[in-house]
């Protein structure tokens, strides 16, 4: 067996040069978290069999584009059923004036009457028996119409009433078909898909998971200490591992500060491991690809 020769002087250099790589790995932080994104839960608002739904989790969608569409065929055929009831409804409005016309005919010949009578009575032709007569016969001809009017005016309005409920019912369907179309109401990325096409849904069943990553948000916790150092719209540097031993850095901006303290998760670490309460602060960042929700991140102030 070969002797191995000691040589102090490289054991020094090995243990300088082990020395001087960790200290270059050591990274200085101020409070530290994860991102996460401001999720948005996407409902039904209508009931039926799903017929078209085009998303996949990881589709960027728009805003105000339609994805798919709910079966609305039942709503559909109440609302021409509701439709037909109001041309019914119409149809069956008295024509006044046509309704008067006989009355009005009738109080036109006892005037022309008594204008004949009126004539003939200067003549000594006529008796005023008969004037008395052909006015008593204008008033109650004047009192028929006046009450015909009425009566045919409460028939119209309880038309015009029950026609103004039917149309109100009608507008609540084609909004409930409106609501059949299922229009994504946010620019964001699919983060979860719930349904499918051909499955039964309801008011209120989520159907997909959205949030936009354009922006990204930095949940970080500080202590109590630190509190002074920070404020609304201050800008930090953001530090997240590129992957290849080193740190990557951009810019963030501090949009909320807690105001309460919470125990310190335990997935956090602190500039002060020794503290109990923290608060937490969220950085706003700009994503360009690289932060994903659930990645560890890393701030120092300015």
Not at 45 to 56: C, M, P, S, T, Y
Not at 116 to 131: E, P, V
Not at 188 to 213: C, F, H, Q, W
Request: proline content about 2%; some cysteine; hydrophobic content about 35%.
């Amino acid at each position: 067996m070969k002797n191995i020769n000691f040589n102090p002087g490289l054991v020094i250099i090995l243990l300088l040069s082990m020395f001087i790589c960790s200290c270059g790995s050591n990274h200085n932080f101020d409070a530290s978290g994860s991102f996460e994104a401001e999720e948005s839960v996407i409902s039904s608002q209508a009931q039926g069999i799903i017929l078209r739904f085009d998303v996949e989790e990881g589709n960027v969608l728009e805003s105000g584009i339609t994805i798919g569409y709910i079966d609305s065929l039942q709503l559909s055929l109440k609302k021409e059923q509701l439709l037909a009831q109001i041309e019914v409804l119409r149809s069956k409005k008295p024509n006044i004036p046509t309704q008067l016309a006989s009355l009005q005919q009738q109080l036109y010949s006892a005037e022309y009457e008594k204008i004949r009578i009126t004539n003939l009575i200067q003549g000594d032709a006529a008796t005023s028996k008969q004037l008395d007569d052909i006015n008593s016969q204008i008033e109650v001809l004047k009192k028929q119409i006046e009450a015909q009017k009425s009566s045919l005016r409460i028939s119209t309005m309880g038309i015009d009433k029950e026609v103004q409920s039917l149309f109100i019912q009608s507008k609540q369907l084609e909004d409930q078909i409106y609501k059949c179309r299922i229009i994504n109401p946010i620019n964001g990325t699919v983060l979860t898909k719930y349904a499918r096409v051909n499955e039964m849904t309801s008011i209120g069943k989520p159907l997909y998971k959205i949030a936009d990553l354009s922006n990204i948000i930095l949940r970080v916790y500080i202590t109590g200490n630190q509190l002074s150092q920070v404020k609304l719209d201050q800008k930090v540097t953001v530090h997240t591992d590129d992957g290849k031993g080193g740190f990557k850095t951009t810019e963030g901006t501090i949009i909320w500060i807690s105001d309460k303290a919470e125990f310190t998760p335990k997935t956090i670490q602190t500039k002060d491991e020794r503290a109990n309460l923290v608060y937490a602060l969220k950085i706003k960042v700009k994503n360009d690809g690289t932060y994903k929700i659930g990645m560890y991140g890393e701030i120092t102030f300015d």
